[in-house]
């Protein structure tokens, strides 16, 4: 059965700094492209970064330069490091880990981390 935990979410005032991170169990970490996506009350969910297999990364314009994502095979754990972070921010992060196989796409969602950057 495959679960994906993220931790880390918190109040932090603009300017800090937070680390998400999302274990994932199940076995399919290792061939996964892995993601943070964010959702803001009122809003759609948008891809934040993602990271592939290989370790290509892909950012969302709002983040770049401010939030940096990584994994760690041996421990099925993606990372989400958000500095100098902005009240537009705050937004619920979730985790997703992605794959295709047999050209049929299969995709898993954490629950979800609250996130809120406020003085």
């Known amino acids: 059965q495959v679960q994906l935990v993220e931790s880390g979410g918190g109040l932090v005032q603009p300017g800090g700094s937070l680390r998400l991170s999302c274990v994932v169990s199940?076995?399919?970490?290792?061939?996964?492209?892995m993601g943070w996506y964010r959702q803001a009350p009122g809003k759609q969910r948008d891809l934040v970064t993602s990271?592939?297999?290989?370790?290509?990364?892909n950012f969302g314009d709002s983040v770049k330069g401010r939030f940096t994502i990584s994994r760690d095979n041996a421990k099925n754990t993606v990372y989400l490091q958000m500095n100098s972070l902005k009240t537009e921010d705050t937004a619920v992060y979730y985790c997703?880990?992605?794959?295709?196989?047999?050209?049929?796409?299969?995709?898993?969602w954490g629950q979800g981390t609250q996130v809120t950057v406020s003085s």
């Open positions: 997703n880990g992605r794959y295709v196989r047999y050209g049929n796409e299969y995709n898993y």
């Open positions: 199940g076995g399919i970490f290792s061939i996964s492209t």
């Open positions: 990271i592939t297999s290989g370790g290509i990364i």
